[in-house]
């Protein structure tokens, strides 16, 4: 999903418009690879943090895991922005290293802010940006402290509950679609992101929760994931509106994610020997393909083809010298409801 991610946005800063990438054709141009990607994270998310959370001894076990997983890696992708990259590109150069400028990267660090400022470097490219991949991390994060609180109200063990809060966001979702609204602004939006933005994603957190809360009972069947994938397929070319869309990617995604992730082990486990470079690969993406955009002159297959190759390679050195060594073997100490799916998560996600 991180690469799918950067192959997505690879045609947005190759050709300034994302118009043309294939799964935007596919979806009617309601989502693009990296938004569907986004969206799978934020689904795998809901299913593997509830399960941190329910198998967390406290509920300040659960952050520090949560804080030791995000801000590392965070942290050091942005340092590495606005201290790095934009100085070699802009026309100001190393002067852009400052102490104000420190202060301002380390308010917009421990904020988790996506906004890096760009001076003037890559201003000949078709985005300016510096790293647009970052706005989804405040979001996660914020997911992740609201999990907590439904955790310590007690609605977290609940799954009708759950169910109901996860419908009430396709709800809210349908109903700013049908009336227009896209509520944000203010000061709190500088802390908390675009309040629009919130009710967009959180159906996919939430569903990922509620598919690990009711496990098995969801009925497997190729019949209803068919169904669902052709009814998605349909709402985004066949009706004027994309509620009915937004109501549907939500329960698809997360039909078809567990549906695969659940089928059959894997007889090849070869990237997991590389380690967790799922995350560097999301930070680092970008950036990289600015760089090599700015650098190199080349046609857009060399250019997407060393861009994810780049991104991938940044992803296993951001695992193996900064995030990994912030995580903990996991311990449970306090039990987690009967299990529901086979789930045996990778350590460093929990």
Not at 103 to 130: C, K, S
Not at 202 to 211: D, I, M, Q
Not at 312 to 341: D, M, N, Q, Y
Request: hydrophobic share 55%.
């Amino acid at each position: 999903m991180a690469l799918l991610v950067v192959w997505s946005h690879c045609f947005a800063l190759y050709y300034g418009s994302e118009a043309s990438e294939p799964i935007s054709r596919l979806l009617g141009g309601h989502y693009n690879a990296g938004e569907i990607g986004v969206r799978i994270f934020f689904i795998v998310s809901g299913f593997l943090i509830t399960q941190s959370f329910l198998a967390s001894a406290t509920t300040r076990s659960y952050l520090m895991k949560r804080v030791r997983r995000v801000y590392p890696g965070f942290l050091v992708a942005t340092a590495i922005c606005t201290f790095l990259v934009v100085p070699a590109f802009a026309t100001q150069g190393w002067g852009l290293v400052t102490p104000a400028a420190l202060f301002d990267w380390l308010w917009r660090g421990l904020t988790l802010q996506e906004v890096i400022p760009p001076a003037d470097a890559f201003r000949a490219n078709p985005v300016q940006a510096v790293n647009g991949a970052l706005w989804s991390i405040r979001y996660e994060f914020w997911f992740y402290l609201g999990l907590a609180a439904l955790g310590v109200s007690g609605l977290l063990t609940r799954r009708r509950a759950m169910l109901l809060i996860l419908l009430g966001a396709l709800v809210i979702k349908a109903w700013l679609e049908l009336t227009g609204r896209k509520p944000g602004g203010g000061a709190l939006e500088i802390l908390i992101g675009w309040p629009y933005v919130w009710f967009s994603m959180a159906p996919f957190f939430l569903v990922g929760s509620v598919a690990f809360l009711y496990g098995r009972q969801i009925p497997r069947s190729r019949a209803l994931g068919f169904g669902l994938g052709l009814a998605l397929l349909a709402s985004a070319h066949l009706l004027p509106t994309r509620i009915l869309f937004d109501l549907l990617c939500p329960l698809t995604l997360a039909y078809g994610l567990f549906a695969l992730a659940f089928a059959a082990p894997l007889p090849w486990s070869g990237p997991a020997q590389l380690g967790d470079a799922s995350y560097g690969t999301y930070l680092y993406g970008f950036p990289i393909q600015q760089m090599v955009k700015a650098a190199f002159d080349l046609s857009f297959p060399a250019y997407v083809a060393t861009c994810l190759a780049l991104s991938l390679i940044a992803g296993v050195l951001s695992w193996h010298l900064v995030e990994k060594w912030f995580l903990r073997p996991k311990t449970v100490s306090r039990p987690s409801p009967a299990p529901v799916l086979p789930v045996q998560p990778a350590s460093n996600m929990v």
